[in-house]
């Protein structure tokens, strides 16, 4: 089984609505991430959480909200679902203290 | 601001042929880069890491360099195979959380 896993892997949204990603890790790291990625872009970071308690803005947080729900779960959520937030959003987990992070396997977004 | 930039954006080599791919950032007070392999539907991979403080890793038929101070690390690839064909992205640490990602180069081995 995957370390870290993201549900749902593909979603087609109308402007509007509201929609949750989930990401949930097997690995014990205490360190988890959002990140979304464009065509043509490098991937960017959104929101990231060194344990429950605490939680922080990346460097495009407008538009996005988060929960960690548990240790092992992080959630993403965007409120109102807007066109240019299609795009490929990645969770990633760390270990404290170490530097590599590993990442899901992605989840396709398509607001139309 | 940390800007990082892979140059090409895509690369079509025949098989056998050694790759080489760039990583331009900005800033140079990094404190790791780290190269990764991204294929459809499967997310990234870490291929190496490179310490702020070392020249180079090597695993297997990668070695990936670094020079800090100019600013660029180079990925090499030896003996390329069709199962190479995917984007490879790098990646900066400045602080102990924040990667900086560059676009990627999509890569193509031709059998």
């Known amino acids: 089984d995957a370390d870290v896993t993201q549900t749902p892997r593909n979603r087609i949204t109308k402007t509007g609505k509201r929609i949750m990603l989930e990401c949930s890790q097997t690995?014990?790291?205490?360190?988890m991430y959002w990140y979304r990625q464009d065509p043509g872009l490098g991937l960017r970071l959104i929101y990231y959480?060194?344990?429950?308690?605490?939680?922080n803005k990346g460097e495009i947080s407008d538009g996005y909200s988060v929960s960690r729900q548990a240790q092992a779960k992080f959630s993403l959520s965007l409120e109102s679902a807007i066109p240019n937030q299609t795009a490929l959003y990645f969770c990633?987990?760390?270990?404290?203290?170490?530097?590599?992070?590993?990442f899901g396997p992605g989840t396709r977004l398509t607001v139309t | 601001k940390q800007e990082v930039t892979q140059i090409p954006a895509a690369l079509s080599v025949p098989e056998g042929e050694n790759l080489v791919l760039n990583c331009s950032f900005t800033?140079?007070?990094?404190?790791?880069l780290q190269w990764f392999r991204q294929d459809p539907g499967k997310g990234l991979t870490s291929l190496l890491l490179i310490q702020s403080s070392q020249r180079e890793q090597t695993s297997g038929r990668l070695n990936a360099s670094l020079d800090k101070s100019s600013g660029r690390s180079t990925l090499y690839i030896a003996a390329s195979q069709p199962g190479d064909s995917a984007t490879y992205l790098c990646?900066?640490?400045?602080?102990?959380?924040?990667?900086?990602f560059g676009a990627g180069t999509t890569v193509t081995v031709r059998a």
């Open positions: 800033d140079s007070a990094i404190y790791n």
């Open positions: 990646a900066v640490r400045q602080a102990d959380y924040k990667l900086s």
């Open positions: 959480s060194f344990d429950v308690k605490d939680i």
């Open positions: 690995k014990g790291h205490d360190r």
């Open positions: 990633a987990t760390s270990a404290l203290g170490h530097y590599e992070q590993y």
